[in-house]
């Protein structure tokens, strides 16, 4: 099982970016996916999830500025981010889960992230 994340990079405050995660060895369309991110020495946050129904679920740091959206077909999930704010800056990671937990621990599979860098 392999989830790859790509899409991050550096941009400006108050740009866009979009992150993308495929998924190889499992069906995403039995997972509930997420992207959580992780500053330097802290533990993973939960930013977005998107659930095997579609029903979406959001940080409230992200709320109107982030959207999760999924592709079974395709067998990936993304991460639409505009207004990005400095505070963005961190390693985000794409995850799948069987279950509907979104503790660390509930997760079944995580990919190896990919850093947004917001900075001027």
């Known amino acids: 099982v392999q989830l790859v994340e790509s899409g991050g990079g550096l941009v400006q405050p108050g740009g866009s970016l979009k992150l993308s995660c495929a998924g190889s060895?499992?069906?995403?369309?039995?997972?509930?996916l997420g992207w959580y991110r992780q500053y330097p020495g802290m533990q993973r946050e939960l930013v977005a999830r998107?659930?095997?129904?579609?029903?979406?679920t959001y940080a409230d740091f992200v709320k109107g500025r982030f959207t999760i959206s999924r592709d079974n077909v395709e067998n990936a999930v993304y991460l639409q981010m505009s207004d990005l704010k400095s505070d963005d800056t961190a390693t985000y990671f794409c995850?799948?889960?069987?279950?509907?937990?979104?503790?660390?621990?509930?997760?079944?599979?995580w990919g190896r992230g990919t850093q947004v860098t917001v900075s001027s």
């Open positions: 998107v659930s095997t129904g579609d029903h979406r």
């Open positions: 995850s799948a889960a069987i279950g509907p937990g979104t503790d660390l621990a509930d997760i079944d599979y």
């Open positions: 060895g499992i069906s995403f369309a039995w997972y509930n």
